[in-house]
Structure formats: C-alpha cells, structure tokens
C-alpha cells in the first residue's frame, strides 16, 4: 500500500487524486504505525516548516518517516515534504528532519519583477539521471508555489534544477528518497508520469 502522510499540511487530496489518476491506490493517513508499515509513502506538504515540525512531532511521524528511509522504503517528498527533509529552515529557523544534510533558505531576490513566492510554471532541468526523471526533456515544465528552497550540503544529491534569478535546486535523491520542490500532481502529464514511475520504483537509484 502507498500512504500519504497526513500533518495537516494541506494538498493530500489532490495528491491523492492524481496517484488515482495513474492507478495507484493511495491511502491517507495520520498514522505513525501505518507509515512505518506502508510498501511506498507520499509525503507532501504546503504552509511553515515550524507548524508541520510540531505536527509531525505530535503524531510520532517525524520518527516513523525517518525510520522508513532507514529502512528502505520508497519515499517521494513533495514541496514542503522536501524543505522539511533537511536539517534546518530559515523559516521560523526551524530544525527540521535530517534526512539529507542541507538546510532551507528564503530567496533573497535583486530583480524587482520577480516575486517571492515563486509561483507558476519553470522549465526543469534534469542535472543528474534518476529513474523517477526518466523521460523528462527540454523544456518540460512543472508547476511551483514556494518562497523557500533547498541548499542540500552535497551536490551529488541533486537530481534537477530550475531558475528563478540562478538556478536552485528543485529535486534531489539519496538512495530511496526522493524529493520535489515542484508539485507533481498540479503539473499535467508530465507530473503525473513522474508518480507512475514512483509507483514502480524499487528505491534504488
């Protein structure tokens, strides 16, 4: 069973529909004993990385997600899924799970034209060859909303970048974690082959 972790984080539904969408069936749940039990688990995520540390922490999720990247299982962090899977957020100098060294900064912006957040549609560019961005050409473009992104401490995590005054990194994977800045399930065709290759994926890069 696919799970998708609920820490009143907003978006599941629509995560769950898309994962339907591509024919996987995909329970939410608030949980700990069932994330720890999933075969593959969702973690997705909107709002303030302080919030969703003090829910995951409430609930014993903080451990049973760690525990399950330890463990093997297959793990997809969406948006702030993906923030909060570092080790510390400038938002709310918040510290966060640690599951991939690297902390979360604010975009500190010149261009008066560009605004924080980040929103809409960017061209991602695939850095280093993962199976979950199989297929993913020039030019493809995914669907962000997000003032905040991810500075990992090694580069040969990062998996895609996109630009916003520079490139930023916008996905990156360390053995059967794998994790968006962008949303998948809001991002039409292209997302949604990247959750039916999540869905066959064996956690192994």
């Not at 907003?10 to 591509?22: H, I, T, W």
């Not at 709002?47 to 760690?66: E, I, N, P, W």
Request: charged fraction near 25%; include cysteine; aromatic fraction near 8%.
């Amino acid at each position: 069973m696919t799970v998708i972790v609920d820490y009143d984080a907003g978006n599941l539904r629509s995560v769950q529909r898309a994962c339907a969408e591509v024919g996987v069936r995909a329970r939410i749940t608030n949980d700990a004993e069932r994330v720890r039990a999933a075969e593959r688990i969702i973690f997705p995520g909107v709002g303030a990385a302080g919030s969703a540390m003090r829910s995951l922490r409430g609930r014993d999720l903080d451990a049973a997600l760690t525990e399950a990247v330890a463990g093997g299982t297959p793990v997809l962090g969406i948006c702030l899924g993906l923030q909060i899977s570092l080790e510390r957020s400038e938002e709310n100098d918040q510290a966060t799970l640690g599951i991939i060294p690297g902390e979360v900064r604010r975009f500190a912006l010149s261009d008066p034209a560009l605004k924080v957040p980040h929103m809409g549609w960017n061209e991602v560019r695939v850095v280093r060859e993962h199976p979950l961005l199989e297929g993913i050409a020039p030019g493809d473009e995914f669907y962000f909303v997000h003032a905040y992104y991810p500075v990992p401490r090694h580069d040969g995590v990062v998996c895609a970048v996109a630009d916003y005054e520079g490139d930023f990194c916008c996905a990156l994977g360390s053995a059967n974690y794998f994790a968006t800045q962008f949303h998948p399930e809001k991002s039409g065709r292209v997302g949604l082959r990247l959750l039916e290759r999540f869905a066959r994926w064996d956690g192994h890069a």
